[in-house]
């Protein structure tokens, strides 16, 4: 089994940053990657970044040039570094771990909320 828990979200001022942490515990063998997630209200979830196991990078098109996603050296942790924050980053960001075949899985945080004030 896998654990994801995400700290620091918070209330932020338009232009502000915030960082994000997934703590990540349990057996990880056979994961591929791990990212990040956003679910604005009234909408659908979406990635904003995502992290292979050989530590290749992508990002939304809303985040490309303001997060950054990073993690520690043992995947311990996984960080999600937001510059410039804008009202339209508001949601619910959700850590996730993907493991590739045979186990074809995919876990989930409970989640921490962000939300940027105009």
């Known amino acids: 089994q896998v654990q994801l828990v995400e700290s620091g979200g918070g209330l932020v001022q338009a232009g502000g940053s915030l960082r994000l942490s997934c703590a990540v515990s349990g057996n990880l063998y056979g994961f591929t990657g791990m990212g990040w997630y956003r679910q604005a209200p009234g909408k659908e979830r979406e990635m904003v970044a995502r992290?292979?196991?050989?530590?290749?990078?992508n990002y939304a098109d809303s985040a490309r040039g303001r997060f950054t996603i990073s993690r520690d050296n043992a995947w311990n942790t996984v960080y999600l570094q937001m510059n410039n924050l804008k009202p339209e980053d508001t949601g619910v960001y959700s850590c996730?771990?993907?493991?590739?075949?045979?186990?074809?899985?995919?876990?989930w945080g409970q989640g921490t909320q962000v939300t940027v004030s105009s």
């Open positions: 996730n771990l993907n493991k590739g075949p045979p186990f074809s899985k995919q876990y």
């Open positions: 992290l292979t196991s050989s530590d290749m990078a």
